[in-house]
T-cell receptor
Framework: NAGVTQTPKFQVLKTGQSMTLQCAQD?????MSWYRQDPGMGLRLIHY???????DQGEVPNGYNVSRSTTEDFPLRLLSAAPSQTSVYFC???????????FGQGTRLTVV | AQSVTQLDSHVSVSEGTPVLLRCNYS??????LFWYVQHPNKGLQLLLK??????LVKGINGFEAEFKKSETSFHLTKPSAHMSDAAEYFC?????????FGKGTRLSVIA
């Protein structure tokens, strides 16, 4: 039982490049979310999903795109990377009962 | 709308003294509340959770928190700090689907 798996762990991008951060969970959780963590800002919600085919924007969605074609996967796409997107990204999943969320180990992204 | 305010961005205590990390929340419904801990360059670990059962919640590593609805607070305490408690602590609220995080409190423990 792997829990929540994020890839890659580290990534360096040039301004304007695009990439996809992968997130997969094997717990059959309906709810999945993407957060970014910046010093002094806590974790801010980018996008979330309540089930396959359903996504919604969070607090800081600009510059990011998501889709949820399966229960297991919730990729985050950076359309045209900017230095302001330098951050640590966390994916989380939780079940419908709404108790504990499980987090991936994070992706440290640097945009130069 | 739900929100969380962590009242201190940084708390410094001496080893062996009590720890108090303060958290106030705002929620339209009966919320679930959590404390997560993040050690340097590590992921997030659940310390404890409140989900409308007992108002005093015990967590891992000797931490506990008390849900006070009248004060809309969920403060985290520990009787005696250990060097290994030095980390970032996040208070989290959820009355609907996504979790909402506070900005975090950095706990320093001085030998």
């Amino acid at each position: 039982n792997a829990g929540v798996t994020q890839t890659p762990k580290f990534q360096v991008l040039k301004t304007g490049q695009s990439m996809t951060l992968q997130c997969a969970q094997d717990m059959n959780h309906e709810y999945m979310s993407w957060y970014r963590q910046d010093p002094g800002m806590g974790l801010r919600l980018i996008h979330y999903s309540v089930g396959a085919g359903i996504t919604d924007q969070g607090e800081v969605p600009n510059g990011y795109n998501v889709s949820r074609s399966t229960t297991e996967d919730f990729p985050l796409r950076l359309l045209s990377a900017a230095p302001s997107q330098t951050s640590v990204y966390f994916c989380a999943s939780r079940d419908r009962s709404g108790t504990e969320a499980f987090f991936g180990q994070g992706t440290r992204l640097t945009v130069v | 709308a739900q929100s969380v305010t962590q009242l201190d961005s940084h708390v410094s205590v001496s080893e062996g003294t009590p720890v108090l990390l303060r958290c106030n929340y705002s929620s339209s419904y009966s919320p679930s509340l959590f404390w997560y801990v993040q050690h340097p360059n590590k992921g997030l670990q659940l310390l404890l959770k409140y989900t409308s059962a007992a108002t005093l919640v015990k967590g891992i590593n000797g931490f506990e928190a008390e849900f006070k609805k009248s004060e809309t607070s969920f403060h985290l305490t520990k009787p005696s700090a250990h060097m290994s408690d030095a980390a970032e602590y996040f208070c989290v609220v959820s009355d609907s689907t996504p979790l909402v995080f506070g900005k975090g409190t950095r706990l320093s423990v001085i030998a």
